[in-house]
């Protein structure tokens, strides 16, 4: 287990004092809860296998709050952990025994919809699925969707940088971003970007998105709107083998043509995918991919016969095309479904994140098969095949002493795996609580004291959301430090023009 | 001044080191091909990486590459062509518009400035491109951010902040980025004689419809006389262009789908191939403000739908005014007479009504000296970004003062 800061007793003891300045900042009074069983509901985010309770928790209504709770603690000197709806497979929210808990779920208003910029401004409590929701009727809807998007809100959105299926084409959220506000540790609010694109200076919207709730409180997310496809059909592909998907995979995209959305599902999570809610998948392959597709009805019938050319030379079994929007929702709920099937099979699963470079698929399948015999655990894929980003789901039983252990050690050589081939060790999760300790698998010492630099910059006290995302904690002006070798260097002895 | 033509990494540490060491300021380019953007440097040597050249992997059904920072846009554009892909943002090239030769823009320097095309609108800015860098910080330590793969949310996305950071932060040695296929077919349906409002609510209307428009423009009717181009420049009139892209089919099926939409708002025409290709290019690259190498000239970014209300305040404030809208208006391209009280800066910024910036892209030594090239920041914007450069070039040895004073 990834071990938290130590609690700061100076902080503890001061508890009464802190809910009683809280209580001054909120106007509701049942902003401020400090009682156990108030607690209890934010004790873990997605990753359930780490909780603890916050000191105390807050639930603000206006931005002036937010801006007053955050100068308090940080006056008070109170770590603080922003919110939204919990979602976070990674620990991002995770709460700290001596820390506030910021929850946002009351900023749930979508505030403009711009249509002439194509483009809506919503508070961060709004779920990514409401932006669609209300502009669905007019034509247009909020392209990332992670699969929480019923529930997840679009500030921990921004906070992961969260995809879904459909980035291949349509990108992850720092691509459907135009504008943030944001409140800074020491109570600022500042606004980056807008409803215009691109940034004047530096590109500070694009380091706060992804930036896992370590440098600042999102108030406002301006977010771009798309206009929804004329059309879209989704194909079912089974093969014999992952090899021959993963190749399929490479050619279609090759060919010039990005789908919509490619998704890939192994033996195991198509059984209980299919078993879960009778999607229609072929049970007799070891692979299935769903190729979605959109556009004019030129371009996808055109698109469409290329694919099962491709497919069929790369020996696909099974070409299913959806006749109807009714079967392509259909085909979508099995993959969409995929976790809760994998639940329902096994007391416990914890879901990867790796991203890898395509080409490594049949490596990486055959590493972890060797795995997951060594572990005595099994495992389930499912891979946005399109991009790389694999989500091994290792299925264990909590109940069973060290099982916990075993999982997080199957999955920590799984990340590892994927870095040692050139990919990631998080594709659209985050690193949170639950990567923490790997960071150092893919970024030197130097790296991270430089990404450590970035925090620095937007909170030098280091009181937001500490104990996520980095290993070791430094101090800013221990950072700041450099070290030159006076006069020791000689001139360059370098060509010159 | 001490010139270094840097050919490979550890060159780069060492002349850092040096720098540190002997506290000189550098002035690092690519080729130097944009050096004139932003403020006038006072530099004790300068470092160049347009030796630094190659492609270190690429792989199209990946969708990725890796290139040295001094690769030539148009080796890598040439490399991407065999496979049938492309850079999807379109990078422009401004050797002309600076008075410099074209085909002169480096890899990293394309990066450094995050500078985008006309198709910025569908594919996203260069920034949104960038995968992985790998290069030094002014600290001369290595740095490395990124990766080769698509969907990567390891740590900070210290990507986004490199991108547009015009070499203030890091020396970048070595991009990945992302590419795209190439579309078969790009058409372009042109509106004739419309008014700056009449054409924002068409290309709003395009951007709205279902049929992704890649690029989207207005040409006032003297930026359309000056273009070269059959259909553009003989018809004695404004230009409003629309493109698409896609597969045979696909485009041909939208393009007649716009020319339907659009055709009771003026007499509606279509490029095809070649010409689609050059009128896009003679946007992007601002080749209507080449030829006149006198005046001043600015790229605006703001809101698409205030681009008429702002284009007409503006010609009530600067007469001698020139421009055109890219980016379906969310772009607008302005030139004036040099003699301009500040450089227009002042009421070019003044007039953003809901946010925007504006960047001085031409203009003289003493104009870059005097007012800010690149968009003014409040208080706090500005601390944090100078903690930023704080952090990764505590010395000030990069550019100094190339974007912002600190």
Redesign the interface.
Known sequence: MVMMPKPDPQVLAKRDLLVAGLRKIIKNPEGVIDEEAGLRAFECDGLSAYRQLPMIAVLPETKQEISEILKYCADEKVNVVPRGAGTSLSGGALPLADGVLLGLGKFNKIIEV?????CAVVEPGVTNLAITDAVKSD??YYAPDPSSQIACTIGGNIA??S?GVH??KY??T??NVL?VEMI?MEG?I??????????????????V???EGLLGVITEVTVRLL????HITAQLIGFPSSEQAGECV??I??????PAGMEMMDRYAIHAAEEFCHAGYPLDVEALLIVELD??V??I???NSAIEKIAGACGATVIKQSQSEQERIAFWAGRKAAFPAIGRISPDYMCMDG?????QLPKVLARMNELSEHYGLRVANVF?AG???LHPLILFDANIPGDLEKCEKFGADILKLCVEV??????????GVE?RDL?GE???E???K??Q??????D?DGRLNPGK?FPILHRCAE??K?H?????????D???? | M??????SAE?VQ??L??A???KKKLSVNGAASKSSIGRPLDADAEI?LADMQGIELY??????MKAKAGSRLTEITKTLDES?QQMAFSPPDYGPLLGGDAGQSTIGGIFAS?L?GST??KA??A??HLLGVSGF?G?A?????G???????????????V???YGT?AVCTSLTFKV???A?KKRTVLIYGQNPVEAVNSL?DA??????VSAAAYLPQNIANGSDIEFVSNIGGAVTAISVE?????S???CA?LCEMFKSRGQVEELHGHRSEKLWTYLANAEAFVADQSTTVWRI?????EASDYIKALEEQLPALEYYMD?AG??IWVSLPSHVDQAGGNILRGNLK??????LIRGSAEQRQNILP??P??S??TR??E??R???D??RILNPGR??PY
């Open positions: 711009d249509y002439d910029n194509r034509g247009f992961e940088n995809g980035c291949l990108g992850l720092t691509n504008g800074t600022e500042i606004q980056l970007g807008g409803k215009h694109l691109d940034a004047g200076g530096y590109d500070l919207m694009g380091v998105t992804g930036s206009r929804s496809p004329e490479g050619k995209i090759g060919s010039g043509i990005i556009g004019p030129v371009e019938e055109h698109n991203t890898i470079p395509r080409s946005h991009d790389g980003n050139g990919g990631v060790l998080t594709g659209e999760h985050g690193v990567k960071m893919m970024f030197s130097d790296d991270l430089q990404q630099r970035l925090k620095c910059a937007f030098p995302v950072l700041g450099m030159v070798h006076n006069g020791e260097l000689p001139f360059p370098l060509p010159r023009f | 001490d010139k270094f033509n840097i050919s060159q060492e002349v080191e040096w540190l060491a002997e160049r792989e199209p059904a990946e969708l990725v049938g995050n985008s910025r609108i996203g800015a920034r949104d910080t600290r330590q290595s740095f490395q951010t990766s080769r793969v698509m969907k990567n949310v390891t740590g900070y996305d210290l990507c986004k902040l991108a547009g950071s932060l795209l296929p190439k078969v709003r951007m709205s419809s279902i049929h992704e896609g597969s045979g089919p696909s041909e099926f939208r789908a970014s703001l809101p698409p739908s980016w969310g772009l809901s946010g925007g910036h504006a960047t690149f968009q920041q409040n706090v914007l944090i970004s903690s930023i704080e952090g990764f505590p010395a974007m912002y």
